[in-house]
Nanobody
């Protein structure tokens, strides 16, 4: 059984920062990618970034503003979001699995419940 839990969402003003956390437990998740996606109201799920071991990838819309770090010993991944914009408002999801490529949400088997991030202008 695999469990994925996100935390750390909230309300922040434009230009501010938030840090999201994700913990994945069970089976061999230490060997899997742990990734972040987001979904704004009325839109599809967008790739934010992925971490597998020491290999980290970012979606184009967040490069230079968001950073991902991974604690492999605890199967935790952190999403540091800086210079936030109103268009970053979305539900942020953490997912884990063995997808290739990382950016396709339909390839992930395990998802968290999501955490709301709201950026006010």
């Amino acid at each position: 059984q695999v469990h994925v839990v996100e935390s750390g969402g909230g309300l922040v003003q434009a230009g501010g920062s938030l840090r999201l956390s994700c913990v994945a437990s069970g089976r061999t998740v230490n060997l899997w990618a742990i990734s972040w996606f987001r979904q704004a109201s009325g839109k599809g799920r967008e790739f934010v970034g992925a971490a597998k071991g020491n290999d980290i990838h970012y979606g184009d819309s967040v490069k230079g503003r968001f950073s991902i770090s991974r604690d492999n010993a605890r199967n935790m991944v952190y999403l540091q979001m800086d210079s936030l914009k109103p268009e970053d408002t979305a539900v942020y999801y953490c997912a884990t699995g063995t997808p290739v490529p990382y950016s396709r949400p339909q390839l992930y088997a395990y998802w968290g419940q999501g955490t709301q991030v709201t950026v006010s202008s």
